[in-house]
């Protein structure tokens, strides 16, 4: 798969809906240190991001 940005020519509202979608990944990425990140996707675009977080605990 080639995500080459000069193939993907985008109109200026679908790179304005690509830049804020990808701010809410790296939102929900930043400070994750354990955990799941899922992102649902519908005709080609981000509708839902799911975080999953693990706490990991110290043995006693």
Known sequence: MNTSNSQHAL????????EESL????????GLKYGNVSLTVHEGRI????VTEKKRLKPN
Request: aromatic residues 0%; charged residues 25%; proline residues 5%.
């Open 11 to 18: 109109n200026p509202e679908a790179a304005r809906l690509l």
């Open 23 to 30: 701010a809410s990944v790296r939102e929900a990425l930043s």
């Open 47 to 50: 509708v839902q991001i799911d």
